[in-house]
């Protein structure tokens, strides 16, 4: 595929999110990152680390420590619900690959390509909720292979390469009242943090 700078109109969010009760237990003792079942991966198990990010700072580091490990060609897919914290890890992602900005939320576009600032890869920001397929994304004539993607929903509908990254956010379920507030005036409240990678390029373990 080739590049294409700037954004290609759409529209997009909702949510989904994982998880069991053996996996609650496993959080609580990885809020400093966990890698699992390394040599698994190249044969199809992802290798998972699961953390506590316990505000937007924290969020936005994570997303720079991401951002300094991706390379050209890195795909991150990445799930949350509303107010998670998507945009803020994109815009840390952003700003560890040195791209230029403002990263922001993909609502109101396709996908919208940030170019380098550093001569390294550009940054790729897709929403994928409200396309149909892959074949969707095609049409955008994206390029892939020489950017870092991150696309959001993008599990099921975006093509995955040999190797990738899936980024799950899952916020406390609480008060039904407080999802009606605006983000500025929610309380802060922590986020589980799953990253999984698919893959060889991710075999030893994943960033961050």
């Not at 580091?61 to 951002?67: F, H, K, S, T, W």
């Not at 700003?95 to 550009?122: D, K, N, W």
């Not at 074949?135 to 993607?149: A, G, H, M």
């Amino acid at each position: 595929m080739s590049g294409r700078a700037g954004a290609t109109g759409g529209l997009g969010h909702a949510g989904d999110a994982a998880g069991d009760a053996a996996a609650g237990a496993e959080v609580g003792r990885a809020a400093d990152s966990a890698v699992v079942g390394a040599a698994g991966a190249a044969a199809g198990t992802p290798v998972v680390s699961r953390r506590v990010i316990s505000d937007p700072d924290a969020m936005h580091a994570l997303g720079v420590a991401l951002g300094e490990a991706l390379r050209a060609g890195d795909l991150v897919l990445l799930t949350g619900p509303l107010g998670a914290g998507k945009t803020t890890l994109t815009r840390g992602l952003g700003e560890g690959l040195g791209v230029r900005g403002p990263v922001q939320s993909p609502t109101f576009v396709i996908a919208r390509t940030h170019p380098s600032l550093v001569g390294g890869a550009p940054l790729v920001h897709v929403d994928a909720y409200r396309l149909a397929g892959a074949d969707e994304l095609d049409d955008l004539d994206l390029d892939f292979e020489n950017s870092v993607v991150v696309a959001e929903w993008g599990a099921g509908v975006v093509e995955t390469p040999e190797s990738w990254l899936e980024i799950v956010i899952e916020r406390p379920v609480g008060d039904a009242a407080l999802e009606d507030l605006d983000p500025a005036e929610a309380p802060v409240e922590s986020r589980t943090v799953t990253i999984s990678g698919f893959g060889p390029r991710w075999a030893e373990g994943v960033p961050a």
